[in-house]
């Protein structure tokens, strides 16, 4: 029989990026034993790439900035779908979290005059974005650790979770494996937070490592929890094109917030035709969809790319402001900036969808699950501005930590399960090593899905393509219990990847049915065989959730009118346009 190791904690969290080290730190600083699971190493997870910055209405460089503004940013490029009461929180918490984080170490740029020095960014009213060069995710996840391992939190590193348990209706704990030796763990615990990022892998082209495969959303699906706005995934406008091997990799939008231009192959500064008012620094959705239509319409660069441009700030100036694409683009194209131009395209960069959750608390709808971070979906509504992702992080990972430990102070439920249920789970996480290679490759079935997702669900959209890519993803699900891989579970990533094509696939069907769903364009949701928004989907979420024949069941939610005090900012907003 199989056998399997028991950790007990209060709080277990999954995942170790920003969101789940900030969750981390709350927990336990409420005196609760904590559990953090990671299925890399501490120090890695896309929170150690973000570039750019943090979006925070600090005011230090343009003094008339406001929460009030940077919730009226945020609605604006969310096209209004954004979960309002989230949005609020974000914009008036975000400044609190970047001092925290200075208090807790963390090394920002600084103004002449000695203060947190902010930069613009696309969509961004005033020069909101706290950062440390073109590394403040690097500078985040360093000071976050340095935190959270300050504590008693105990680290469960390369541990992949592979399912949420539950006890009379409440999740009540977690299985998981470790990569190294394939061992089992049952993680016993009062409450789990769920940080597990974004899903960017289930596209050929991202800016996502390996770690982005969506398992915590699935998980969470699969535990009952809400999902919301799963149409909507951000394409970024400025992916690296060129050499083949690195396509995808994102070029900072810090760049054209230190004065980058995009011009096409004629050498015509084009953002003038898209958004004349804000040109390179327009909201991304708008960007990215410019720079695939110049190169649609036979205006690209050399290697299918447009243009950008940065040599204005010569050697000195980017080295000081944006040295990580100056020694990305020497080392891996040999191209010097602070010379030419970039070459660069729209990669699939982050997901504004994901687990419904109370604003208050973050607890889903699930009693004992919290998810936090980019595996939470609300705040950003149908288009992330740049730089909210990290404050989201802090925002909502504090509060998914407080929420829980408040759960579990209030709650005297048991965290036992059925021993059979682990056993069946562990077998179903074996059986692709029991088919001893004799059935379908993972890898041929990931590469298939992203390849798919690419021609069908990219960002352009419409209702029959859409339809074919889920016919496409269907019959890959059809192949799913065929999967196998040879080997043990040694150090096996073929084991890993037969996980994690069912997250894949899983996610792409969501996507495909709830995008069918959205008949209209908003935001990263741009469906060709419409003509524009639809006044009434502008006041509608479409909520996933899995239905009693294990289907995916979708419902059109109504999104609850603001408060006045908020309503009042749009009015004025709109006074202003
Ligand atoms: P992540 O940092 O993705 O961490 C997820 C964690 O979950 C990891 O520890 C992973 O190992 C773990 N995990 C996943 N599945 C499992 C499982 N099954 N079992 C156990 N553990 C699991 N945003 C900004 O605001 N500003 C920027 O400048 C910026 N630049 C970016 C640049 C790049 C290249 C990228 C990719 C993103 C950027 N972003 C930026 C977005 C931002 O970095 C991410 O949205 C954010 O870091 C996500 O943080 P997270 O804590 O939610 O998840």
């Known amino acids: 029989r199989e056998r399997y190791e028991v950790r007990e904690h209060d709080v277990l969290i999954i995942g170790a990026g920003g969101a789940g080290l900030r969750a981390a730190v709350s927990a336990t600083q409420r005196g609760l034993s904590v559990g953090i699971v990671t299925k890399s190493l501490l120090g890695k997870a896309h929170t150690v790439m973000a570039e750019g910055g943090m979006a925070a209405a600090l005011g230090n460089v343009d003094p008339d900035d406001s929460w009030r503004q940077h919730f009226m940013d945020t609605m604006k490029s969310g096209k209004f779908i954004n979960n309002w009461r989230m949005a609020e929180i974000h914009a008036k918490e975000s400044p609190d979290r970047v001092y925290e984080l200075e208090q807790w170490g963390a090394l920002f740029n600084r103004t002449p005059e000695g203060k947190i020095s902010q930069r613009p960014f696309g969509g961004h009213t005033y020069r909101r974005l706290a950062h440390v060069g073109d590394r403040t995710g690097l500078e985040l996840i360093r000071t976050m650790q340095e935190k959270a391992l300050a504590t008693d939190a105990k680290v469960y590193m390369e541990t992949t979770v592979t399912k949420l348990l539950k006890n009379n209706g409440r999740v009540v704990g977690a299985l998981a494996y470790t990569r190294e030796s394939g061992k089992f763990v049952h993680f016993k615990a009062k409450a789990v937070v769920m940080a597990t990022g974004g899903w960017g892998r289930i596209f050929k082209v991202t800016s996502n490592s390996w770690e982005g495969t969506g398992d915590g959303v699935v998980l969470s699906y699969d535990a009952g929890a809400d999902l919301v706005d799963m149409e909507m995934m951000q394409f970024h406008p400025t992916g690296m094109v060129w050499p083949p ?30 958004d004349p008012q804000k040109m390179e620094l327009s909201t991304r959705d708008v960007v990215a969809r410019a720079n695939y239509t110049e190169v649609q319409e036979g205006r690209g660069s050399e290697h299918g790319g447009v243009y950008l441009d940065i040599t204005h700030l010569g050697y000195e100036g980017i080295m000081k402001k944006l040295p990580t694409m100056y020694e990305q683009f020497k080392n891996l194209a040999d191209i010097d900036i602070s010379r030419e131009p970039m070459e660069v395209f ?45 404050s989201d992080l802090l925002v909502f990972g504090r509060r998914a930590g407080e929420g829980a430990a408040e759960y579990v102070q209030q709650s005297t439920h048991s965290t036992e399960i059925e021993e059979q249920e682990l056993l069946t789970e562990i077998g179903r996480v074996l059986e692709p090593l029991e ?8 890898y041929l079935i990931q590469q298939e899905l992203q390849v798919a997702m690419m021609e069908h669900a990219n960002l352009m959209r419409d209702g029959d393509s859409l339809q074919e890519g889920l016919g496409k993803i269907l019959a890959l699900k059809d192949r799913l219990p065929r999967v196998s891989v040879p080997g043990s579970r040694l150090f096996n990533p073929g084991w890993h990847t037969a996980q994690d094509v069912r997250y894949l696939v899983q996610i792409s069907e969501i996507i495909l049915r709830t995008a069918l769903e959205r008949k209209e364009r908003r935001g990263a949701q741009w469906r060709l065989d419409y003509d524009g928004p639809d006044e009434e989907l502008g006041g ?19 999104i609850p009118p603001m408060p006045e005090h908020l309503a009042k900012l749009v009015e004025e907003e709109k006074a202003k346009a």
Not at 437 to 442: A, Q, V, Y
Not at 540 to 558: A, L, P, Y
């Open 435 to 442: 088919k001893r290679g004799d059935g379908e490759s993972p």
């Open 346 to 390: 729209p990669t699939v960069h982050y997901t504004m969808g994901g687990v419904k959750v109370d604003p208050e608390t973050c607890e889903s709808s699930v009693p004992g699950l919290f998810a936090a971070g980019e595996v939470a979906g609300g705040l950003h509504g149908a288009n992330r501005l740049g730089g909210n992702s990290l």
């Open 540 to 558: 509608i979420n479409f909520i996933v959730s899995k239905d009693e024949q294990g289907e995916v069941g979708i419902e059109r939610r109504e």
């Open 245 to 274: 091997g690195v396509r995808g990799l994102l070029v900072t939008e810090g760049v054209r917030g230190e004065g980058g231009l995009l011009r096409n192959s004629e050498g015509k500064r084009y953002m003038e035709n898209y």
